[in-house]
C-alpha cells in the first residue's frame, strides 16, 4: 500500500491502489423513500423522507419541488439545502403548498403532479442515480372546491379585491306633504343619530356616532307641498369602519326623530334632550342578547379561524336594533326622556317640548357586507304626527378612504409583513419591483396603543416605530401580508431580543459597498437556484428586508443554515406577492392595501 495515493469517502478510508471488485458499496445512495401529500383543513403539504441508502456519507445537496400544470412545462417551487446525511440517516420534510392549495391566488385544478428531485446538479456521487426522483400524481381529494375559502370572510374587501370602509349616510330632502300648523308654515327640525356597530364600537361599549348639528330651527320653513334641501351639518353622518375579523361584520345606520316647532327651546336645552337621546339608544343597544354575543365573538376570534359560518348574523342583529329603538320611540320611551330633562331642567328658560312639536322617526340601518358591494343604497321614509305629514329621502355611499390603517389596525398581528413603494427609487431599480421598504410587526395594537413596527432606515438605523405615524406621513402606497401561522412565545422572544441586539444598528450605507450588496441581493434568480451566492451574512450595518428576513429566521420560520438564504440576500420584493417565499412554517396571505 501506498499511503500518499489514499483518500476517504464518507468516513471509509480507501488505498487506491487496493483493488476493489464492487467499488458502488462505498458510496453514498439517497434515494426518496416516502412521499405524500398532507390535505387538512389547516394544513396543506408534500410530506417527503430521503434516506441515506450507500455506504458512505453524502456532502451537502438539495431537495427540489416542483409542479407539473396540464399542457404546461414543469415549474419549479422551491428547493431545501441539507448539509449532510450519513449512511443510514434519514431526513424529513414537509414542504408548505397552501398557497398553491388557496383558491384566491391559485388551487390545484390545474396541477397534475408534484416532482420531488434530490441532489438535482448531482454533486454527490452516488451508486444509483435513479431513485432520486418521486411524481406524486393529484387527484379530486385535492382539488378544493370554489368555496373552500373566501377573503371576504377574513378582510373587508369587495368581490373586486377593493377595500370600502368609509361609508357615507346623507339624509338629502324634506318635504311637507301636510303641515302640523293651521296658521303657518310648519318650522320642522331633525334630530340625527348615527349608529354604528363594529369592531371598535364593541370595543369601546358605545354604538351612537353624534350628528355635528342639533340645534333648533336646522331646516327651513315650509308650507304644504314644499320641500328643501337638508344642509350636510344636520343629515351628513360619515361611518369609518373597523370590521370584526373573519366575519367582517359591521352594521350601520341612522336613527331619525322629527319635530315641529312653535316657540321651540334654547339651543343649551335641546343639547341636553339629544344626549338624553344618544345615551337611551346606545342603553337599547348594549341591552340586546346578539350584541352581548357578538362582543364575546369579536374577542374570541383571531384571521387563522376557518369555516365559521354566521352570515346572517348581521342581518338579525340589526332588525333586532331598529325594532327595539322603533319600539322605545314609538312608546314614548326617548322622547320621555327628553321631555323630563327639557321641561324639569330648563322649564325657566322656555324649554318645553309640547305634544303636538312631536311628529315621529324612522330609522335606517344597513349591513356592512351588503352595502360594500353595492356601494349605493337610496331611501325614503313617510313619518307623521299630531297632523302633519313628512317625507325624507336620503343615500347611503360606500367608498375607499385614503388611509386604512383603522380598518386594519385590530388584525396587524406580531410577524405581519408591511410592504412600502416609493421610498427608494434605488430599490426598485435593482430589483424590478413596486416595493422598496418593508418592516415587520414588533407589537399589537390594544384599545389605548397603535401598532408598533420594527424597520431599518437610513435615518435612523433599525428602530421602532408607530404604524400610525408612519402611514399618515408617508407619501407612497402601504400594503401588508398577514403571517397565517401559530405563533408561540418563543418566536416573540425571539424577535424582542432580535431588537434588543440590533437597537440603533446604522442602515447599510448608499456608498459603493452598500450598492453592491443590495445589487448582489437583487441578483438572486442564479443565487436561489442553485448557483453561488453573492452576498455573506454581515449585521454591523443592515437594510430593511436584511432585518425582517433576520427576524423570520430568528423566529424560525425561515431556514438560518441554508447558504444561499443569509439575511442579506432578501429584498422587499422577497416579502411580495411578486415572489413566491417560502416558509418552514405558515404562509403569508394576500397584499392589503393600507395606504393608496
Not at 428547493?79 to 440517516?89: A, I, N, S
Not at 411524481?135 to 378544493?144: E, F, G, K, L
Not at 324649554?351 to 343604497?377: C, H, L, P, Q, R
Not at 428586508?545 to 440576500?569: C, H, I, K, T, W
Request: aromatic share 10%; glycine share 6%.
Amino acid at each position: 500500500m501506498k499511503i500518499d495515493n489514499s483518500s476517504t469517502i464518507g468516513s471509509i478510508h480507501i488505498d487506491n491502489n487496493d483493488w476493489f471488485p464492487f467499488p458502488w458499496k462505498f458510496l453514498a445512495d439517497l434515494e426518496v423513500s416516502e412521499s405524500k401529500i398532507i390535505w387538512e383543513k389547516n394544513k396543506k403539504s408534500i410530506h417527503c423522507l430521503i434516506k441515506n441508502k450507500g455506504n458512505a456519507d453524502s456532502g451537502e445537496f438539495y431537495i427540489r419541488f416542483y409542479t407539473k400544470e396540464k399542457n404546461k412545462s414543469k415549474r419549479f417551487l422551491m428547493q431545501r439545502w441539507v448539509p449532510q446525511l450519513k449512511v443510514g440517516e434519514t431526513f424529513k420534510y414537509d414542504f408548505n403548498i397552501m398557497r398553491i392549495a388557496h383558491n384566491y391566488k391559485n388551487n390545484l385544478n390545474d396541477v397534475e403532479e408534484f416532482i420531488i428531485k434530490v441532489d438535482y446538479n448531482n454533486k454527490v456521487k452516488e451508486s444509483n442515480e435513479k431513485n432520486n426522483i418521486e411524481v406524486i400524481d393529484i387527484n379530486t381529494h385535492h382539488r378544493p372546491t370554489p368555496s373552500t375559502l373566501n377573503l371576504n370572510n377574513f378582510y373587508p374587501i369587495d368581490s373586486h379585491g377593493d377595500q370600502y370602509t368609509k361609508i357615507n349616510f346623507d339624509l338629502k330632502k324634506i318635504k311637507v306633504i301636510s303641515t302640523e300648523d293651521t296658521w303657518g308654515a310648519d318650522e320642522p327640525f331633525l334630530w340625527v343619530y348615527g349608529i354604528q356597530i363594529d369592531l371598535q364600537t364593541l370595543i369601546d361599549d358605545n354604538y351612537v356616532v353624534k350628528s355635528k348639528n342639533y340645534g333648533h330651527r336646522n331646516v327651513k320653513s315650509l308650507n304644504d307641498g314644499k320641500s328643501a334641501t337638508i344642509s350636510s351639518d344636520v343629515g351628513h353622518i360619515v361611518f369609518d369602519v373597523t370590521p370584526i375579523p373573519i366575519i367582517t361584520a359591521a352594521g350601520l345606520g341612522i336613527v331619525v326623530i322629527a319635530l315641529e316647532e312653535d316657540a321651540g327651546p334654547s339651543n343649551y336645552a335641546m343639547k341636553q334632550g339629544y344626549r338624553a337621546g344618544a345615551k337611551r339608544i346606545n342603553d337599547v343597544i348594549k341591552n340586546l342578547k346578539k350584541i352581548k354575543k357578538l362582543k364575546k365573538l369579536a374577542k374570541k376570534v383571531n384571521i387563522t379561524m376557518t369555516g365559521i359560518d354566521i352570515e346572517d348574523i348581521l342581518k338579525e342583529l340589526q332588525k333586532d336594533v331598529e325594532r327595539a329603538i322603533s319600539t322605545a320611540v314609538n312608546h314614548g320611551l326617548i322622547r320621555w326622556s327628553l321631555d323630563h330633562i327639557i321641561s324639569d331642567i330648563f322649564y325657566a328658560v322656555g324649554a318645553t317640548v309640547d305634544s303636538d312639536d312631536k311628529i315621529g322617526s324612522f330609522s335606517e340601518f344597513v349591513s356592512y357586507n351588503d352595502i360594500k358591494e353595492d356601494k349605493n343604497k337610496n331611501f325614503s321614509h313617510h313619518i307623521r304626527g299630531d297632523g302633519a305629514h313628512y317625507a325624507i329621502s336620503g343615500s347611503i355611499a360606500a367608498q375607499k378612504p385614503n388611509n386604512y390603517y383603522k380598518s386594519f389596525k385590530h388584525q396587524l398581528k406580531i410577524g405581519d409583513i408591511v410592504l412600502f413603494s416609493g421610498e427608494s427609487g434605488e430599490v426598485q431599480l435593482f430589483t424590478n419591483s413596486k416595493w422598496s421598504h418593508v418592516g415587520v410587526v414588533f407589537k399589537e395594537a390594544t384599545d389605548s396603543s397603535d401598532v408598533v413596527l420594527l424597520e431599518a432606515t437610513p435615518a435612523h438605523g433599525v428602530h421602532l416605530v408607530s404604524l400610525k405615524e408612519k402611514v399618515d406621513d408617508y407619501d407612497g402606497d402601504i400594503s401588508f401580508r398577514h403571517l397565517n401561522v401559530k405563533r408561540t412565545s418563543s418566536m416573540k422572544r425571539a424577535l424582542i431580543n432580535l431588537y434588543r441586539e440590533l437597537r440603533g444598528r446604522a442602515y447599510e450605507s448608499r456608498d459603493y459597498q452598500g450598492a453592491r450588496e443590495l445589487s448582489n441581493a437583487a441578483i438572486d434568480t442564479l443565487d436561489k437556484n442553485g448557483g453561488q451566492t453573492l452576498n455573506h451574512e454581515d449585521l454591523s450595518k443592515v437594510f430593511c428586508s436584511e432585518l425582517v428576513a433576520e427576524a423570520y429566521q430568528r423566529m424560525g420560520l425561515l431556514s438560518s443554515n441554508d447558504p444561499l438564504y443569509p439575511s442579506n440576500e432578501f429584498t422587499p420584493k422577497d416579502f411580495s406577492e411578486e415572489k413566491e417565499l417560502d416558509l418552514l412554517k405558515g404562509e403569508l396571505l394576500m397584499e392589503l392595501i393600507i395606504k393608496k
